[in-house]
């Protein structure tokens, strides 16, 4: 069957979706359409079966807004993504929101719509790859051996977040990383000549990418070579694909006028006799899903993965067995019995000491038991201290080791992060200063909605960090990050409770945890071995009145110190006084 009639299955699908909703983006799938048919039903290894499987390519759409070209992709290859959902798309609760979003349909590995966040977490999602593959890949047995591949417009380029993680990537080597660059000159506001005049080959090869200039995206076998090509080569690829935005549109394409609206009926009638597409809406025939379907060929790569697994596990069962624990996310055996007890002595040996070493101690002590531990900093390791005795760095030739140097790239560390986490076998924790998560919030706030573990340790809490002025000092950042719905926010006043905002959050699988540390000393609190569990309630009785409470005294972090003074102060002057300390919000 034609490739180009197989495209425009995409191509109807999409403009018929926007049309139904409303509103949306036809432009960019119509435009993408022919790169990814070629990559689905060429290259892509998945199985709309089983969209889990470990050793599966990930596909990311950065360009989050063409959202119908991946719900297009996902319904003809066989996903559990009916023609009814794909009618309900951005409509409340359907599985199709406006942009693709994790945990909805099957098959979509990131949640994407704020561009360059989407390249982003590719990049962590091929990092996640590399370093498996480094820790469990033994001769003869490549277990881990899958393709990152990402679809992204010039608006994703244009983010500076994309600067932070492609320069990144080039540094560290990513091979299997393919990224796709729709080059259509289009954006909301019309032709991006006048706001966007990059020479992007060039931008990349400066990264150490390796670069295939202008492909035609609409011709099958130019995209085709261009893909083996990228696949060949040790670098990450960036494939430059000229492209026409809403192509097969008569009076529209290659116009901002498609880029984020319906085309109409009577455009979208046009569009159809164009293309040659006799079909109604979300009308798709017999033969068409028999070309797109998936569902044998993945099943059979699963299979042959399976084999090659039982092999390893044969010839490494113990390895295939932590391969196994860290895919699935579980915690060691005797984890809680041994963090527990790391507790207890902290509270019985006590310290005073920054809770930024109290993190460090923390990391020492529960990094032994986890060698999924990816941690990091943005340059600023030995302020941040999240290197610990067990940490080694990953170098573009060496990826076996579990730290990352991100750089001063707040943002890029922290959504890389998010596509550690999405892609599996990782526990990822990042670091820098609080008042500079500032340039990484958004991130969180992904983090957040996708629900995904990303442990990020904020030191310098307050404006105790008198030296550096007002530019390095956080006023408002703390209840930023406490209003952020689904994020657990941390801000221990000792090592005791360090140590149980790390065991929190390494357990929490369901969101990311702001563990706030402090730069200057802070006394260690007496509690009684109830009072130690009470920490993980996020808050608790720390000093009570005898009788009835007068004044009740809460505080995070620092100020509980400066709260116990107070009142046993006030209680030297005759006031019945509680202090609660409140670690978690």
């Not at 090869?205 to 995206?217: K, N, R």
Request: net charge negative; hydrophobic share 40%; aromatic share 8%.
């Amino acid at each position: 069957m034609d490739r180009k009639y197989l495209a425009n299955a995409i191509r109807a699908l999409s403009m018929d979706g926007v049309q139904q909703a409303n509103s949306g983006h036809p432009g960019a799938p119509m435009g993408m359409a022919d790169i990814a048919e070629v990559l689905w039903r060429s290259h892509l290894n998945h199985n709309p079966s089983n969209p889990e499987w470990a050793d599966r390519d990930r596909f990311v759409l950065s360009n989050g807004h063409g959202s119908m070209l991946i719900y297009s992709l996902l319904h003809l290859a066989g996903y559990e993504l009916s023609i009814d959902d794909l009618k309900n798309f951005r409509q409340l609760h359907s599985k199709t929101p406006g942009h693709p979003e994790y945990g909805y349909a099957p098959g979509i590995e990131t949640t994407t719509g704020p561009l360059g966040q989407g390249i982003t977490n590719a990049v962590g999602m091929a990092m996640a790859e590399k370093a498996l593959a480094a820790q469990f890949n033994k001769e003869g047995h490549d277990i881990v051996d899958h393709f990152t591949y990402v679809f992204m417009g010039d608006g994703c380029l244009m983010e500076g977040i994309s600067h932070e993680a492609c320069s990144l990537a080039g540094t560290l080597g990513l091979g299997k990383l393919i990224a796709f660059w729709d080059d259509n000159g289009i954006s909301i506001d019309g032709h991006v000549e006048g706001w966007f005049s990059d020479d992007t080959p060039k931008r990349f090869e400066s990264y150490g990418w390796h670069v295939i200039p202008a492909v035609d995206g609409h011709d099958a076998e130019a995209i085709n070579a261009a893909i083996e090509a990228a696949k060949a080569d040790p670098r990450p690829t960036l494939i430059c694909t000229k492209t026409i935005i809403g192509f097969g549109s008569p009076n529209k394409s290659g116009s901002h006028d498609c880029h984020g609206a319906p085309l109409g009926a009577e455009e979208i009638a046009a569009t159809r006799k164009e293309l040659g597409w006799e079909h109604g809406p979300f009308e798709i025939p017999q033969e068409v899903y028999a070309e797109w379907s998936a569902k044998e060929a993945g099943a059979a790569k699963e299979a042959a993965w399976d084999e090659k697994f039982a092999a390893y596990e044969a010839a490494h069962p113990e390895l295939a067995a932590e391969f196994k624990r860290r895919v699935n996310g579980d915690l060691p055996a005797q984890w809680e019995e041994k963090a527990n007890q790391i507790i207890a002595d902290l509270q019985a040996n006590p310290a005073n000491i920054a809770s930024r070493k109290a993190s460090q101690n923390a990391l020492e002590a529960f990094g032994q038991m986890l060698p999924e531990f990816m941690g990091g900093s943005a340059d600023l390791a030995p302020s941040n201290l999240t290197m610990w005795s067990g940490s080694k760095s990953l170098e573009a030739n060496d990826f076996s080791g579990n730290y990352i140097h991100y750089g001063v790239r707040e943002f890029g560390m922290t959504a890389i992060m998010n596509g550690i986490a999405l892609h599996g076998g990782f526990v990822p924790y990042g670091a820098t200063f609080l008042m500079f998560m500032e340039y990484a919030h958004n991130a969180m706030r992904m983090a957040a909605l996708m629900k995904v573990q990303n442990i990020q340790v904020y030191t310098h809490d307050s404006i105790g960090l008198g030296e550096d002025g007002p530019t390095h000092q956080p006023v408002e950042q703390i209840a930023s990050l406490r209003l952020t719905p689904n994020m657990s926010t941390w801000r221990p006043c000792d090592q005791v409770e360090s140590a149980v905002a790390w065991k929190l959050a390494i357990e929490r699988k369901d969101g990311p945890s702001a563990l706030i540390f402090s730069r200057q000393n802070l006394a260690q609190q007496e509690r009684t071995v109830e009072q130690v569990a009470d920490i993980a309630k996020g808050g608790y009785i720390l000093k009570d009145s005898d009788g009835k409470p007068e004044l009740i005294l809460i505080a995070t972090g620092s100020e509980v110190e400066l709260a116990v003074k107070a009142a046993e102060q006030l209680t030297a002057e005759g006031k019945k006084v509680r202090v609660v300390s409140m670690p978690a919000t």
